[in-house]
């Protein structure tokens, strides 16, 4: 038992009155107490841990508070006369609320909350300390809630519109029999800076060969690459004909962090002036064509060709320009020499003069083809070439049917000196003959020559059998030239020549998919068809797992695998989270910004839609915050209570096993260490 005397004395009391009574409380549920004889007002609580001074004297009552079984009372004393007191009941006072408020953000709201006192009928005052001034009413009347633990107020944005700290305290009206509760004190907050979202990406505004100017933006800041940032988005001591990247960004002020970088964007510094082109060559290709080209120039952004008739003159006329190394000059006269030299420019300048180079353009009529052959290759194609004619632009190739023809009809123009003639029929004999011309005439015929196509080949082809990942296929051919194979319109194998049957068996498919194949007379996708048929692989079927095998207050980390998965998914509820790719896999996947003390439900799908395949699924919750408390020695190593994994990752303690305890004790959350000594982690 604790004894408290208080010696109030009288002038403070009672004002002139005088006070020669004790006053005694026998035990914690009396509702009357005694007055007994003295010089001092005694109060003498059976089982009291605590006393508080005389907190209201108005209207000739005394309020004495004092703390009995866990509970404050306070003792109402009435003033009867001078020399008499009475004692009319004895009632509880408010609790003190615990005051919560958190770091706020320039120009945000932030949520003041408090522990709700089930006495407050008559709701709470609060008071704000700005700065660390004086203390001013925020709020006189805060009404208290019908219901919960917590009462919360949302203090707007505006009282977070300039830098400095802030401080709240709440208390309880007063109401009936309550006299006003004691301050529930914050912690001192100060105001952090408030974040900004990133610019757009700047754009090249201009350039010169040793500096870049992007485009601006109010507040903004500039950097390349990576370097440091400036205010300026002039960027010189810049090499020329060089591409650099550059980004912007919002620059830090008085009640803003500087906002993360742009994307970037790249800019190329101008080009010195060109060097003379090197390399000027030209060639006459026809009695009207003259082709010229040179060595590209670096830097160069094109070209201007000169040009003057004759031998030996000096090309002063502009006659066209290009961005390329070559031009091709036509509409020449034929047997006319022509001179040519080449500058090369760009945004800088242009060059000085290449040498002169000159060609003269043909004049004759071109030579008969000679040296003309063919050469059956299949059942459908004839190969037919020749020598090449000097001054030809190209060649016309005629022919007949039948042994012994004498060819008369175009078929083929080229400009080379062979071809390939298809879709022929087999077993047949074939006649040709060339004409070599250009633009001064053409050429008499060549000699005739003629082949005649092999027998048509034939050939079979059929599904056999499949697996996930492979198709096999049985195939047959006769008369066959490279008969080969196949996917689609894809080249897959060579099967041979003549004649030939056996099975082939394709892999490195998709499984569950439908192929086309086709057998060919040939090595290409355009040979003649002999067979064709198509088949689908075995169907994988996808699996997969979903854990979680641990959290905080504010993540989840689960654990997945999945086997014959395509786009595997991750979802909370109907939300998309991450592709966690295809075929298999596993691996740990943490989810974060979760709210505390939280359910929450994650699906894995195959695929990447909500309605896609669900492979597998978990709920799971986030971890709730932990009581007060402290540390007695040894175990005292840790300022607050954290769950087991933490005490192991971030702590260091190298444990072999490990307990978590449920409580709200000071050591309610225990793990053990090496030699099974305790560790206490306490919040």
Not at 130 to 148: E, I, K, L
Not at 381 to 395: D, E, F, L, P
Request: proline share 4%.
């Amino acid at each position: 038992m604790n004894h408290l005397k208080l010696y109030l004395i009288v002038f403070l009391l009672l004002s002139t009155f005088t006070v020669t009574h004790a006053l005694t409380t026998t035990n914690c549920d009396t509702e009357r107490c005694r007055i007994n004889n003295g010089d001092f007002l005694d109060i003498t609580v059976s089982d009291c841990e605590e006393c508080k001074k005389v907190t209201n004297n108005t209207g000739g009552h005394i309020f004495i508070p004092i703390k009995t079984c866990n509970e404050w009372r306070s003792f109402l004393i009435e003033r009867a006369n001078r020399d008499n007191i009475s004692v009319e009941s004895c009632v509880q006072i408010h609790a003190t609320p615990v005051v919560t408020f958190d770091t706020p953000t320039y120009g945000i709201n932030q949520t003041l909350s408090w522990t709700r006192i089930s006495t407050a009928s008559g709701g709470y005052r609060v008071e704000i300390q700005r700065d660390g001034g004086t203390w001013t009413v925020y709020n006189s009347n805060v009404s208290q809630p019908a219901s919960g633990t917590t009462v919360s107020l949302t203090i707007p944005s505006s009282e977070f519109n300039s830098m400095g700290t802030r401080r709240f305290r709440v208390r309880a009206n007063a109401v009936g029999p309550y006299p006003v509760g004691e301050w529930g004190l914050s912690p001192t907050r100060t105001i952090q800076k408030a974040n900004q979202s990133a610019p757009s990406a700047p754009t090249c505004s201009s350039s010169t060969q040793s500096s870049v100017t992007i485009s601006s933006c109010a507040g903004c800041e500039y950097r390349r690459a990576t370097g440091s940032a400036q205010s300026s988005n002039t960027f010189t001591g810049l090499s020329a004909d060089t591409a650099y990247t550059f980004s912007r960004r919002l620059a830090e002020t008085t009640t803003h962090n500087a906002s993360a970088w742009s994307s970037n964007v790249s800019c190329r510094t101008s080009a010195a002036v060109p060097t003379t082109p090197t390399g000027v060559t030209c060639s006459a290709v026809s009695t009207s064509q003259i082709n010229v080209s040179w060595n590209a120039v670096s830097g160069a952004t094109g070209y201007y060709i000169y040009r003057c008739t004759g031998s030996g003159c000096t090309p002063s006329s502009h006659v066209h320009t290009t961005s390329g190394t070559s031009w091709s000059n036509t509409g020449l006269s034929s047997g006319t020499t022509y001179g040519y030299r080449v500058r090369a420019y760009n945004a800088s300048g242009t060059s000085g003069y290449s040498s002169i180079t000159s060609c003269t353009t043909q004049s004759a009529v071109p030579a008969t083809p000679t040296g003309v052959t063919c050469s059956a290759v299949s059942s459908s194609q004839i190969n037919v070439s020749w020598n090449a004619v000097s001054g030809a632009t190209g060649y016309y190739i005629y022919r007949c049917t039948g042994s012994g023809c004498t060819p008369s009809s175009h078929v083929h123009t080229t400009s080379g000196t062979s071809w390939s003639d298809t879709s022929l029929s087999s077993g047949t004999t074939y006649g040709y003959r060339v004409r070599a011309y250009n633009a001064s005439g053409t050429s008499s015929y060549s000699s005739i020559t003629s082949c005649t196509t092999q027998s048509a080949a034939s050939g079979s082809l059929s599904f056999s059998s499949s697996t996930q990942n492979s198709i096999t296929l049985y195939y047959s051919y006769s008369n066959g030239t490279n008969v080969s194979l196949f996917v689609g319109n894809s080249y897959w194998a060579n099967l041979g020549s003549g004649n030939n049957w056996n099975y082939y068996t394709v892999s490195g498919l998709s499984s569950g998919s439908y192929y086309n194949f086709y057998l060919r007379n040939g090595t290409s996708s355009s040979s003649p068809l002999l067979a064709s048929t198509s088949g689908s692989t075995q169907a994988a079927t996808a699996s997969g797992s979903l854990s979680c095998p641990s959290s905080t207050q504010n993540s989840i980390t689960l654990y997945y695998s999945y086997s014959n998965g395509t786009n595997v998914s991750l979802f909370r509820d109907s939300s998309y989270l991450s592709n966690l790719g295809s075929g298999n896999n596993w691996n740990y996947y943490t989810v974060s910004g979760l709210s505390s003390g939280s359910y929450y439900n994650f699906y894995l799908r195959n695929g990447t839609s909500s309605s896609s395949p669900l492979l597998s699924s978990v709920s799971c919750n986030t971890q709730s915050g932990g009581g007060g408390g402290s540390c007695s020695p040894p175990y005292s190593h840790c300022s607050r209570r954290i769950d087991c994994n933490h005490c192991l990752t971030n702590l260091g303690i190298g444990c072999y096993t490990y307990t978590c305890c449920l409580g709200d004790g000071p050591s309610s959350y225990c793990i053990y260490g090496p030699n099974s000594a305790p560790c206490c982690c306490c919040k």
